[in-house]
């Protein structure tokens, strides 16, 4: 003789509604964040700083992110000289990939950052996620 067992005592969109709503994509967005910035480019730190999170989404707002994001210089570039020394680089604002490969200068630093992100960060994001949810 089999047991039927109801489950009506477990609501399960009550349950969804506590794991995904805005709280815990803003925090999921900020803790991601914090532990990609070891891959994000930097030389004054500026990039990896330069961001807005909303839930379940990080944007970065410097003028020049989707360019370092994607790994590709994009020009022309002209050089700014003074007394034969070049001392910056003036672009038109309409920019066209040049097929050269940026070099980053940051030891972890890469194109795509989120993707290292994800390999190796996200046992550390998820462990801080539910951690988070355990005190709600």
């Not at 489950?7 to 709503?21: H, L, M, P, S, V």
């Not at 961001?51 to 020009?75: D, K, L, N, S, W």
């Not at 070099?103 to 290292?116: C, E, G, M, N, R």
């Amino acid at each position: 003789m089999g047991v039927t067992i109801r489950t009506e005592g477990f609501n399960a969109q009550k349950t969804t509604d506590r794991i995904i709503n805005d709280s815990v994509g803003t925090f999921m967005a900020e803790t991601t964040a914090k532990h990609m910035r070891k891959y994000v480019p930097e030389d004054a730190g500026i990039l990896a700083t330069s961001y807005i999170t909303r839930p379940f989404e990080i944007e970065y707002t410097q003028p020049y992110a989707h360019y370092m994001f994607e790994g590709e210089v994009y020009g022309p570039n002209y050089p700014i000289i003074s007394d034969g020394v070049v001392m910056g680089w003036y672009s038109p604002s309409k920019k066209f990939p040049t097929g050269k490969k940026i070099k980053y200068t940051k030891p972890l630093a890469q194109s795509h950052w989120d993707v290292p992100t994800q390999k190796n960060q996200s046992r550390k994001i998820a462990s801080e996620v539910t951690g988070y949810l355990k005190r709600l």
